[in-house]
C-alpha cells in the first residue's frame, strides 16, 4: 500500500515561471512532512518541511503548503532555475514515534527549461 | 566535509556474493537509517538504529541482510548471498535525536549484482 503518493511522475516549467509539485497522503497518522531533491548518482538532499499543526511554511523560493482535511501536500518553486531540475520526493512522518521513519513517495522529476 | 559518508560508492558483485557497505554518520547524531532505493521508485525504509541499538527492521530486511552499529558510531550493511533483486541505491541518513525530524541522507551506495 503506497501510503505517499506522488501522481505525476514528471513536470516541465520554462524557467522563471512557477512549479507546483503535488503529493498524496492516505494515513492520517502522518503529521510531519518533508521535501527532498535528488540528482543522479546523489543522496537526497532535505529542502523544506511542515508540521500538521501548520499548513504553510516559506523557504526562499520554495512554500509547501499542507491541505490536511484532503491529506495533500504541494511543493510551490517560485521562480523556477535550471539548476531546480532534478528529482522532488515528498516524505511523510510520525512525530515521536518509535522511529520517526519516512515514507516517501515515488518522485517528481522535475525539468525547468531555459 | 561533515556530512554523512557512505563507501563504497558504487559495488558490483557477482550473483552468491556477500557485500559490505558501511555509513558515518554526523557525528552528534545519534539515530541512523538505512534505506533501499530502486528505479522509479523512492527511498523504502530498511532499518534503523538509536546509539548502538537496532529497534526496527522491515519486513524488506530479508534473512540475507544484517545491520550494525557497534559503539553507536558508524553502521554497516551486509547481504549475504546477493541476488540480482538486490540490486538498488542504499541510502543512510542520521537524524540529530528525538524531537528532530529532518533526515540527513549520504551519496549512497549504488549495488549492482551480475
Known amino acids: 500500500d503506497q501510503q505517499v503518493k506522488q501522481n505525476s511522475p514528471s513536470l516541465s516549467v520554462q524557467e522563471g515561471r512557477i512549479s507546483i509539485l503535488n503529493c498524496d497522503y492516505t494515513?492520517?497518522?502522518?503529521?510531519?512532512f518533508l521535501w527532498y531533491k535528488k540528482y543522479p548518482a546523489e543522496g537526497p538532499t532535505f529542502l523544506i518541511s511542515i508540521s500538521s499543526i501548520k499548513d504553510k511554511n516559506e523557504d526562499g523560493r520554495f512554500t509547501v503548503f499542507l491541505n490536511k482535511s484532503a491529506k495533500h501536500l504541494s511543493l510551490h518553486i517560485v521562480p523556477s532555475q535550471p539548476g531546480d531540475s532534478a528529482v522532488y520526493f515528498c516524505?511523510?512522518?510520525?512525530?515521536?514515534?518509535?522511529?520517526?521513519?519516512?515514507?516517501f513517495g515515488t518522485g517528481t522529476l522535475l525539468a525547468v527549461q531555459p | 566535509d561533515t556530512g554523512v559518508s557512505q563507501d563504497p560508492r558504487h559495488k558490483i558483485t557477482k550473483r552468491g556474493q556477500n557485500v559490505t557497505f558501511r555509513c558515518d554518520p554526523i557525528?552528534?547524531?545519534?539515530?541512523l537509517y538505512w534505506y533501499r532505493q530502486t528505479l522509479g521508485q523512492g527511498p523504502e525504509f530498511l532499518t534503523y538504529f538509536q546509539n548502538e541499538a537496532q529497534l526496527e527492521k522491515s519486513r524488506l530486511l530479508s534473512d540475507r541482510f544484517s545491520a550494525e552499529r557497534p559503539k553507536g558510531s558508524f553502521s554497516t550493511l551486509e547481504i549475504q548471498r546477493t541476488e540480482q533483486g538486490d540490486s538498488a541505491m542504499y541510502l543512510c541518513a542520521s537524524v540529530p535525536g528525538q524531537g528532530n525530524t529532518e533526515a540527513f541522507f549520504g551519496q549512497g551506495t549504488r549495488l549492482t549484482v551480475v
Open positions: 494515513n492520517s497518522m502522518f503529521d510531519y
Open positions: 557525528s552528534e547524531h545519534n539515530r
Open positions: 516524505a511523510a512522518g510520525v512525530y515521536g514515534g518509535a522511529t520517526n521513519k519516512l515514507i
